[in-house]
Protein backbone atom coordinates (compact mmCIF):
# COMPACT_ATOMS: atom_id res chain seq x y z
CA UNK A 1 0.00 0.00 0.00
CA UNK A 2 1.56 3.72 -0.68
CA UNK A 3 0.87 6.35 1.27
CA UNK A 4 -1.36 8.02 -2.08
CA UNK A 5 -3.83 4.81 -1.44
CA UNK A 6 -4.62 5.56 2.29
CA UNK A 7 -7.39 8.10 3.25
CA UNK A 8 -6.88 11.82 4.46
CA UNK A 9 -6.58 12.37 8.07
CA UNK A 10 -9.57 14.08 9.07
CA UNK A 11 -9.16 14.43 13.12
CA UNK A 12 -6.20 15.34 14.88
CA UNK A 13 -4.98 12.26 16.60
CA UNK A 14 -6.07 12.54 20.85
CA UNK A 15 -3.16 13.72 23.28
CA UNK A 16 -3.87 11.54 26.55
CA UNK A 17 -1.97 12.79 29.57
CA UNK A 18 -1.22 10.70 32.14
CA UNK A 19 -0.28 11.58 35.88
CA UNK A 20 0.72 9.02 38.53
CA UNK A 21 -1.79 7.91 40.17
CA UNK A 22 0.20 7.30 43.45
CA UNK A 23 -1.16 9.79 46.12
CA UNK A 24 0.45 13.24 46.30
CA UNK A 25 2.48 12.48 43.45
CA UNK A 26 2.28 15.31 40.50
CA UNK A 27 5.02 13.34 37.91
CA UNK A 28 4.24 12.33 34.56
CA UNK A 29 2.59 8.62 34.45
CA UNK A 30 4.66 7.08 31.36
CA UNK A 31 4.49 3.22 32.49
CA UNK A 32 0.43 1.61 32.60
CA UNK A 33 -1.04 -1.48 32.94
CA UNK A 34 -3.97 -2.83 32.16
CA UNK A 35 -5.30 -6.19 33.25
CA UNK A 36 -7.34 -6.11 30.44
CA UNK A 37 -8.74 -4.80 27.62
CA UNK A 38 -12.17 -4.21 29.41
CA UNK A 39 -10.32 -2.80 32.47
CA UNK A 40 -8.95 0.87 32.17
CA UNK A 41 -5.22 1.21 32.62
CA UNK A 42 -3.61 2.37 35.53
CA UNK A 43 -0.90 4.88 35.41
CA UNK A 44 2.33 5.38 37.51
CA UNK A 45 5.88 7.48 37.51
CA UNK A 46 8.72 4.91 37.23
CA UNK A 47 9.72 5.31 40.84
CA UNK A 48 5.75 4.24 42.06
CA UNK A 49 5.21 1.81 39.38
CA UNK A 50 4.68 -1.19 41.42
CA UNK A 51 5.61 -4.01 38.81
CA UNK A 52 9.49 -3.30 38.59
CA UNK A 53 11.50 -6.63 39.30
CA UNK A 54 13.89 -7.09 41.99
CA UNK A 55 16.84 -5.34 39.87
CA UNK A 56 15.36 -2.70 38.88
CA UNK A 57 13.89 -1.63 42.91
CA UNK A 58 17.96 -2.52 43.94
CA UNK A 59 18.67 0.34 41.22
CA UNK A 60 16.26 2.52 42.12
CA UNK A 61 17.65 2.20 45.51
CA UNK A 62 20.92 3.12 44.64
CA UNK A 63 20.10 5.87 42.57
CA UNK A 64 18.43 7.50 45.46
CA UNK A 65 21.27 7.01 47.72
CA UNK A 66 23.86 8.32 45.50
CA UNK A 67 21.66 11.74 45.10
CA UNK A 68 21.49 11.50 48.92
CA UNK A 69 25.39 11.46 49.20
CA UNK A 70 26.06 14.36 46.37
CA UNK A 71 23.61 16.65 48.00
CA UNK A 72 25.48 15.76 51.58
CA UNK A 73 28.37 16.17 49.89
CA UNK A 74 27.63 19.59 48.47
CA UNK A 75 26.98 21.65 50.89
Given amino acids: MSDTDKPALTMAPK ?3 HYCE ?3 CEM ?3 FGRSASKDEPPHWWCWEHFPHKSHEQEQ ?3 RQRL ?3 QR ?3 AK
Fill in 66 to 68: EAI
Fill in 71 to 73: ESG
Fill in 59 to 61: ALI
Fill in 15 to 17: MYV
Fill in 22 to 24: HEG
Fill in 28 to 30: WGG
